[in-house]
């Protein structure tokens, strides 16, 4: 089983790249159970979709 910080390892990663299984199951398992975990995965979530947003829009101003 994942501790804390493996698990916030594995959630950043999975914004650079896709998870094996392993990882993923592993992921699921410690977020089940860990509520600040989980906390951390929504917000690292909600980063990555804002920098994938901005980077789009100042791609977007760049080619003007």
Same mark, same amino acid.
């Given at each position: ?13 999975? &914004?650079?790249?896709?998870?094996? /299984?392993?990882?993923?199951? +592993?992921?699921?398992?410690? #977020? @089940?159970? &860990?509520?600040?975990?989980?906390? /951390?995965?929504?917000?690292? +979530?909600?980063?990555?979709? #804002? @920098? ?13």
């Amino acid at each position: 089983m994942l501790n804390c910080k493996e698990t916030t390892e594995l959630i950043s990663l999975s &914004c650079e790249q896709k998870l094996n /299984f392993k990882q993923q199951l +592993q992921l699921k398992i410690h #977020l @089940m159970i &860990c509520p600040r975990c989980r906390g /951390f995965a929504r917000n690292a +979530q909600k980063v990555d979709k #804002l @920098m994938k947003a901005f980077s789009s829009r100042t791609e977007s101003l760049t080619l003007e």
